[in-house]
C-alpha cells in the first residue's frame, strides 16, 4: 500500500516538513539529546524522497537501513511523553505507521531471530507511543484519536494486503482497550467516528479471513465498551459490559447483535447516519463477499423500527448518485429497502432533496420516484403524508408541529405529481383518488383566489422552475388520467373549465365545469368525492369551503350521489346556512332546487327549512334576493303531498314582502305566492293555510293597482285560485273580470261576517308605499265601517285608536303630495277636520253625501 496516495492524504492531517525542520528544536526544549536526534530523524525522514526511499526497499528484507532506522527512533520516543503539538504528533504516528505497517508478513523462516525481536520490540514501542501521544493531561483526547485514525484505517480499508490490514486493525484494537482504562474522557462530545468505526469493523468481523474477524471483532468489542462507559446510566454500565464480556472474542453473529443494540442506544443520529452511509459504501465494492456483509449488516441494523437518523439529505444524495453502479441484486434491494424507510420516517427530507438534486442536475441519473412507487404501502403512505402536507390547515389540532424539516404545499405537490407519474401504481391512485383530487382543487382555490405574492424562502429553489397555478393544475390533470379519466380532461378543456379555473373572477365557474364533467360522464369517483366533501365540511373553520359547495351543488345532480344523501349530510350543509356571506349562501341555495328533484332528498328539506326561510330576514338584500328567487324555482319541483308543511309557512314568510318597495322583491314574493295556490287543493285545505290564504285575500285585491302591472296579472291569477279553493264561484268570476271597486264591494256583499276581518287587513295596508294602494285600502275600510252597526263601530274603536292613527298619518301626507288621492282633495275643498274619533270621520268621509261631492 502507498502512505502517500491522494486518498490517504484525504483522511489525514499533513504539514510542510521543512517548517517543521527549522523549529524542532525550540519546540522540544524537554528531550534528551538522543530523543533530539531521533526526532531530528524523523522530520527527515518524513521528506517526501525519504518516504518513497522506505517504501521502495525490498520486502523480502526484513530490516532495511531506513525501515530500521525509523524503528530504533520509535523505540527510543516510545517512553518520552513531551508537549508534542498535534501536528508532532501526527509526525510520529505517520513514520511510526508507515514503517510498521509496510513490513512485509513476519515468517520465523525468512528472519533471524534479532530482526524478529526488534519487530516485536517496534510493534510495542509503537502501541506505547500512541497511547503516550493520545494523553491531553491526565485523560485521552478523543479527537487526537480521531486524527490518529484517520492516519491508521486507510491501512485497513485501502490495503489488498491481510497483513496490512490486521496490524492497522490490531493496533486500533489495542488503543481503544488502552482507552477504556479512563473513566473520563476529553471531547468525547465532538469525537464523530463511532459510526463510523462501529460500520468498519462489523464488516470486517463478517468478513472471509477468520485472523481479521478476530481483529475486527476485539476492536468493536473495546468501541462498545467505551461507548457504554461514556454514554450508559451509571447503574446499568456494569450489567452491560458483563453481557459484552460473554461475548467477547466470540462468533461474529453475536458481535452484530451487540451491534444492532448499539446502533439504536448508544450513537447518536448523525453517528447512525455515518454508520449506514459506509455500510452503502461497502456495496459499490467488486467483491460480492463485501456487498453480502454489508447488506446483512444493513438488515440488521433497519430490522425493526427505525431510530432517529441524522444526515439524511446525504444518505438521498448517494442513493442517487450511486444506484446506477450497484448492480448486484441483494445491494439493490438492500438500497431500495433503506430509501423506502427513509421516506416513511423523514418524508420532508427525503421528498424536498431529491426535488433539489433534480433541480440542479440532469433527469435520468436515477429513478428514485420509481423506488419510492415500487412498494403498495409505502407509496399510500407517502401520498398521505403529503397529503397532509398539501392541506396544512387540515390537520389535526392534537398533532404537533415537528422541529424537523417540513415542505411546503408546492412541494407536495411536485412531489405528487411525480409519483403520479410512476405507472407501476395505478391501483393505488384509485384508493386516495377523492381525498388527492379535492386537497389538489383545493390548493388550486387557495392559489388561484387567495395566495399571497410573496413566496416563502423555502421554496424559492421550487418557485424559480415552475409557476405555482399551473403545476398544481398539470397535477391535477395527471391524477385524473393516471386513473382513466383522460376523456375528461379533455372535455373540460373542450369547455374552457381548465382556463375558468385559473381566473381569479371566473374560478368558480372553472370549478362548476370540473365537476359537471364528473356528473356528466358518471365518474365512478363521484360517491368518494362526495363523501370527503362532506367529511371536510364538517369542520366549520375549515378552508376553501366555498370551493366545496360550488362542486358538490354540481355533483348532487348525479343519481348515485343524491342516494347517498341522509339526515346527518344534510344537517352539516344545514350548518353552513349561518354564515351571512352571499357567496357562501348562493350556493347553498341553489342546492335546494337539486333536493327538491330527487325524492330521497326532497324528505330532507324539513331539514333545511327553517335555514332556507331564515335567510329572507337576512340583513343582507343580497341574500334576500338570492333566496326568493331560489325558492320561486323551487316551487316548481315541490308537490303538496311531500311539503306542505314547509309551503304553509312559507305562505307566512312571503307576507312582508307584499310592501317591499324594491319591485324586484315584491314582483318574486308575488310570484311565489301565485305558485303555491296553484298547489293547494279544496280538499287540502286546512288550518292554517285556509286562515292564511284568507288573511291575504284584501292584498290581494289591492295590489291589483300596483305600479307593477306583472304583479297586478299574479294577484288576478292568484284571487282566482283563492275563490276556486274556497269555493267561491260567483266571487271567481268577479276575481277575473271586475275592477277593484267592483270586487271589493262583491266581496264585501257576499263575505258580510268577515267586515272586521277585511278591515284589519285594510288597516294593516294604510302605510303602504303606493298611493293607489293607500287610497283603496282606506276606501274600502270606510266601506266596511258603513256596514257595521253603533255597537260594533263603538267596540272597535278602543282597539283600533292606535291603528286608525295611521289614518291620519296617511291623510296628512297625502295633503302634501304633489300629486293628491281623492281623499286629501275631499277635505282640503271641505275644510277643517270634523271633531270625530278616527272611524266616525273615515266613515263621514264615504257618505253618500260625501261621495256625491267627490263626484
Given at each position: 500500500m502507498n502512505p502517500s496516495s491522494n486518498k490517504r492524504k484525504s483522511k489525514r492531517v499533513t504539514f510542510e516538513p521543512s517548517t517543521l525542520q527549522v523549529s524542532w528544536k525550540s519546540h522540544l526544549p524537554g528531550l534528551r539529546q538522543s530523543e533530539r536526534e531521533a526526532y531530528a530523524f524523523i522530520l527527515e525522514f518524513l521528506e517526501e524522497e525519504h518516504m518513497i526511499l522506505i517504501l521502495e526497499e525490498s520486502t523480502e528484507i526484513l530490516m532495511g537501513n531506513m525501515r530500521q532506522q525509523a524503528m530504533f527512533c520509535i523505540v527510543a520516543l516510545s517512553q518520552v511523553n513531551p508537549p508534542f503539538h498535534l501536528s508532532q504528533k501526527l509526525d510520529l504516528v505517520n513514520v511510526g505507521v508507515s514503517s510498521l505497517f509496510s513490513l512485509p508478513p513476519i515468517m520465523p523462516s525468512l528472519y533471524r531471530r534479532d530482526n524478529a525481536s526488534l519487530y516485536l520490540q517496534t510493534v510495542q514501542a509503537l502501541d506505547d507511543m500512541l497511547q503516550a501521544l493520545v494523553m491531553d493531561g491526565m485523560n485521552p483526547d478523543m479527537l487526537i484519536l480521531q486524527h490518529f485514525l484517520e492516519i491508521i484505517l486507510p491501512w485497513s480499508l485501502l490495503s489488498d494486503k491481510v497483513h496490512e490490514?490486521?496490524?492497522?486493525?490490531?493496533t486500533i484494537s489495542r488503543l481503544l482497550r488502552f482507552i477504556c482504562n479512563f473513566p473520563e474522557?476529553?471531547?468525547?462530545?465532538?469525537?464523530?467516528?463511532?459510526g463510523k468505526l462501529m460500520s468498519i469493523f462489523g464488516l470486517f468481523c463478517m468478513g472471509c479471513n477468520h485472523e481479521i474477524s478476530i481483529e475486527a471483532s476485539e476492536a468493536l468489542h473495546y468501541l462498545f465498551k467505551i461507548l457504554v462507559l461514556q454514554r450508559s446510566v451509571k447503574q446499568k454500565t456494569e450489567t452491560i459490559l458483563k453481557d459484552l464480556q460473554k461475548h467477547f472474542r466470540g462468533a461474529w453473529l453475536a458481535s452484530l447483535q451487540d451491534l444492532t443494540l448499539f446502533f439504536k442506544k448508544y450513537l447518536t443520529p448523525e453517528e447512525r447516519a455515518d454508520m449506514i452511509m459506509v455500510s452503502m459504501e461497502a456495496m459499490t465494492n467488486t467483491s460480492r463477499h463485501d456487498i453480502s456483509a454489508a447488506s446483512k449488516m444493513l438488515k440488521m441494523i433497519l430490522k425493526y423500527t427505525i431510530p432517529e437518523i441524522g444526515k439524511v439529505p446525504e444518505i438521498i444524495q448517494y442513493i442517487y448518485y450511486h444506484m446506477n453502479s450497484i448492480t448486484e441484486t441483494t445491494a439493490q434491494k438492500t438500497i431500495k429497502k433503506i430509501l423506502y424507510l427513509l421516506s416513511q420516517y423523514y418524508t420532508d427530507e427525503v421528498i424536498l432533496t431529491l426535488l433539489k438534486i433534480e433541480d440542479q442536475?440532469?433527469?435520468?441519473?436515477?429513478?428514485?420516484?420509481e423506488i419510492l412507487a415500487s412498494f403498495p404501502k409505502g407509496y399510500e403512505t407517502i401520498m398521505d403524508y403529503l397529503l397532509q402536507r398539501l392541506t396544512p390547515h387540515q390537520r389535526s389540532k392534537d398533532q404537533e408541529p415537528s422541529h424537523r424539516t417540513e415542505i411546503?404545499?408546492?412541494?407536495?405537490?411536485?412531489?405528487?405529481?411525480?409519483?403520479?407519474?410512476?405507472?407501476s401504481r395505478r391501483m393505488e391512485v384509485q384508493s386516495f383518488f377523492s381525498s388527492l383530487f379535492m386537497a389538489l382543487l383545493f390548493q388550486i382555490s387557495f392559489l388561484v383566489v387567495e395566495v399571497d405574492t410573496e413566496i416563502s424562502q423555502d421554496q424559492q429553489h421550487i418557485a424559480e422552475w415552475v409557476d405555482p397555478i399551473s403545476s398544481t393544475v398539470e397535477a391535477l390533470k395527471t391524477l385524473m388520467r393516471s386513473s382513466g379519466y383522460g376523456d375528461y380532461v379533455s372535455s373540460i378543456q373542450r369547455h374552457g373549465g381548465w382556463w375558468l379555473l385559473v381566473n381569479p373572477e371566473r374560478h368558480y365557474d372553472g370549478v362548476t365545469v370540473l365537476a359537471r364533467s364528473l356528473v356528466i360522464n358518471n365518474c365512478w369517483h363521484n360517491r368518494p368525492l362526495f363523501s370527503s366533501i362532506i367529511r371536510f365540511l364538517q369542520d366549520p373553520d375549515c378552508k376553501n369551503h366555498l370551493t366545496a359547495l360550488v362542486f358538490l351543488t354540481e355533483l348532487l345532480q348525479c343519481p348515485d350521489v343524491a342516494a347517498l344523501v341522509d339526515d346527518f349530510t344534510t344537517r352539516i350543509l344545514a350548518n353552513w346556512f349561518k354564515s351571512e356571506e352571499p357567496a357562501i349562501v348562493k350556493p347553498l341555495l341553489q342546492m335546494l332546487e337539486v333536493f327538491a328533484k330527487h325524492e330521497n332528498m326532497v324528505r330532507r328539506l324539513r331539514i333545511l327549512q327553517p335555514y332556507?326561510?331564515?335567510?329572507?330576514?337576512?340583513?343582507?338584500?343580497?341574500?334576500?334576493?338570492?333566496?326568493?328567487?331560489?325558492?320561486?324555482?323551487?316551487?316548481?319541483?315541490?308537490t303538496w303531498r311531500h311539503s306542505s308543511s314547509f309551503l304553509i309557512q312559507l305562505s307566512f314568510t312571503l307576507v312582508p314582502f307584499f310592501e317591499e318597495v324594491s319591485e324586484h322583491l315584491r314582483l318574486a314574493a308575488f310570484e311565489i305566492y301565485g305558485s303555491l295556490l296553484a298547489k293547494v287543493k279544496k280538499r287540502g285545505l286546512v288550518f292554517p293555510l285556509k286562515h292564511q290564504i284568507l288573511n291575504l285575500l284584501v292584498p290581494l285585491v289591492l295590489h291589483l293597482r300596483d305600479v307593477n302591472t306583472d304583479v297586478a296579472l299574479i294577484c288576478r291569477s292568484a284571487l282566482c285560485h283563492t275563490a276556486a279553493v274556497?269555493?267561491?264561484?260567483?266571487?271567481?268570476?268577479?276575481?277575473?273580470?271586475?275592477?277593484?271597486?267592483?270586487?271589493?264591494?262583491?266581496?264585501?256583499?257576499?263575505?258580510?261576517?268577515?267586515?272586521?276581518?277585511?278591515?284589519?287587513?285594510?288597516?294593516?295596508?294604510?302605510?303602504?308605499?303606493?298611493?293607489?294602494?293607500?287610497?283603496?285600502?282606506?276606501?274600502?275600510?270606510?266601506?266596511?265601517?258603513?256596514?257595521?252597526?253603533?255597537?260594533?263601530?263603538?267596540?272597535?274603536?278602543?282597539?283600533?285608536?292606535?291603528?286608525?292613527?295611521?289614518?291620519?298619518?296617511?291623510?296628512?301626507?297625502?295633503l302634501k303630495s304633489t300629486s293628491p288621492d281623492p281623499i286629501a282633495w275631499y277635505l282640503s275643498a271641505t275644510g277643517p277636520r270634523p271633531s270625530c274619533s278616527p272611524l266616525s270621520f273615515l266613515c263621514l268621509c264615504f257618505s253618500p253625501k260625501a261621495h256625491a261631492e267627490r263626484l
Open positions: 490490514q490486521m496490524r492497522a486493525l490490531g474522557l476529553s471531547h468525547m462530545e465532538e469525537f464523530s467516528m463511532s442536475s440532469q433527469k435520468g441519473v436515477c429513478r428514485p420516484w411546503s404545499p408546492l412541494i407536495a405537490t411536485r412531489a405528487i405529481h411525480e409519483l403520479l407519474l410512476e405507472p332556507v326561510l331564515n335567510c329572507c330576514y337576512s340583513s343582507n338584500s343580497d341574500i334576500v334576493l338570492e333566496t326568493l328567487l331560489v325558492l320561486k324555482n323551487l316551487l316548481r319541483h315541490l274556497l269555493g267561491w264561484s260567483k266571487l271567481k268570476a268577479v276575481f277575473a273580470e271586475k275592477d277593484v271597486w267592483n270586487i271589493l264591494g262583491a266581496l264585501l256583499e257576499q263575505e258580510t261576517n268577515k267586515a272586521l276581518w277585511f278591515l284589519k287587513q285594510c288597516v294593516a295596508l294604510f302605510k303602504s308605499p303606493q298611493v293607489p294602494i293607500r287610497w283603496a285600502a282606506v276606501w274600502f275600510a270606510g266601506q266596511i265601517i258603513q256596514t257595521l252597526d253603533l255597537e260594533e263601530i263603538d267596540e272597535i274603536e278602543e282597539a283600533y285608536t292606535e291603528r286608525c292613527g295611521l289614518l291620519e298619518e296617511t291623510l296628512a301626507h297625502s
